[in-house]
């Protein structure tokens, strides 16, 4: 009789317990992020209603004063109604964006002036406000866009998209130069964060201009804006990884793209959202790139100057975060060598420590991949 083989031997159960602890630890950040992502998205944009939303009506007499306020009336804490004197100063007012629309209106032919390369959604809520209104006249209403965006990007939306691209290839790259890029000196890895962010707003600017022809001007001025805002993101990714380490890739998606994509403008300007993403578009760095992207290319760089000093501070927090994490880290490799083994026990850390590196940079670059 043939002999039966022995059963494989098994692992006990308690040393499974290690690797699974192990597995389930890192489940913890694609959770979260999945979280995260569906709270930011949907409490941004499932719902978009005017908040405050600036129109004007256009005129001087008692009659355009009764037509603002009856407007105002109807609909609340939805606009801000003012009036404005003659049809040249709405043009104005709308292309310095201090206005989403105006209503001239006339017996005969009302008009609705828009500007839509400002925002294409808010132009359409404002033509939903006033159609009705001409309606009631039984007249046309005549729609006169004076900011139209180019005919490559009819919705004016591929300046958001540019903005999730050039973030992409910000907030991925952390994960190399933070982990993989360990064993440098801080200063090294921020002269690579800034090398890397150069490469990625030349890509971005490559993408606005000869690939998809957003950009029909100013495509200098675009790749600037894009270096600032990029090396922002990455200055402050490396000075963030020693602190956080693995928990890296979590914060950054937390800060440049559930908080950030959601306020940047793209898709709904601030006063069609709810006041928390309102307020984060006054300062947050992805509504600094937005606007001052639309400002420079479609309104002839009025009020350009808050949008770049807005980028410019957010790299100066980047700055400041390497240069602490610079200290800390200097600190620690003081204390580390005070308190050191004899010279022969160093002769493998470089290697176990690039083997660590390895391992972690692979964690993070799946994690960040799950995005």
Same mark, same amino acid.
């Given at each position: 009789m043939s002999e039966r083989p022995a059963p494989a031997p098994t692992a006990p159960a308690h040393a499974l317990r290690g690797p699974l602890r192990h597995v389930l630890l890192h489940l913890v950040t694609p959770l979260l992020m999945c979280l995260g992502m569906g709270l930011a998205y949907m409490?941004?944009?499932? *719902?978009? +209603?005017?908040h405050e939303l600036p129109i004007a009506v256009v005129g001087s007499g008692q009659q355009t004063q009764v037509l603002a306020q009856t407007v105002k009336d109807q609909a609340g804490d939805a606009l801000d109604v003012r009036t404005v004197g003659s049809r040249a100063a709405a043009v104005d /007012?709308? &292309?310095?964006?201090?206005? !989403?629309? $105006?209503?001239?209106?006339? &017996?005969? $032919?009302? +008009?609705?002036?828009?500007?839509? /390369?400002g925002s294409d959604m808010s132009a359409l809520a404002v033509e939903k406000l006033f159609t009705p209104v001409a309606a009631e006249q039984g007249v046309p209403l005549k729609i006169t866009n004076v900011a139209p965006p180019v005919d490559d990007d009819p919705t004016g939306q591929g300046l958001f998209f540019l903005l999730v691209a050039v973030s992409i290839g910000s907030y991925a790259s952390v994960a190399v130069l933070g982990a993989a890029g360990g064993a440098l000196r801080m200063r090294a890895r921020a002269g690579l964060a800034v090398g890397v962010s150069f490469v990625v707003s030349l890509i971005g600017a490559a993408l606005a201009g000869p690939v998809f022809h957003l950009v029909h001007q100013g495509l200098w001025g675009v790749w600037g804006m894009a270096w600032l805002y990029s090396a922002g993101i990455l200055l402050i990714g490396v000075g963030l990884h020693p602190f956080l380490k693995r928990w890296t890739t979590l914060a950054m998606m937390v800060l440049f793209v559930m908080l950030n994509f959601t306020s940047s403008g793209g898709l709904f300007r601030p006063e069609l959202q709810n006041g928390f993403f309102g307020s984060l578009h006054a300062f947050w760095n992805g509504a600094g790139f937005v606007e001052g992207m639309r400002t420079h290319v479609y309104f002839g760089g009025h009020g350009l100057a808050p949008h770049v000093w807005t980028l410019v501070a957010w790299l100066a927090v980047g700055a400041l975060l390497t240069t602490v994490a610079g200290l800390v880290e200097r600190r620690g490799r003081v204390t +580390?060598? $005070?308190? *050191? *083994?004899?010279?022969? !026990?160093? &002769?493998?850390?470089?290697?176990? $420590?690039?083997s660590g590196a390895e391992a972690e940079v692979e964690e993070e670059m799946e994690e960040s991949v799950a995005v």
């Open positions: 409490g941004a944009f499932v *719902t978009p +209603e005017p /007012a709308l &292309k310095s964006q201090s206005i !989403s629309g $105006a209503y001239l209106p006339g &017996k005969k $032919a009302p +008009e609705l002036i828009v500007a839509s /390369a +580390e060598s $005070a308190a *050191t *083994t004899p010279a022969h !026990s160093h &002769k493998r850390l470089p290697v176990e $420590a690039a």
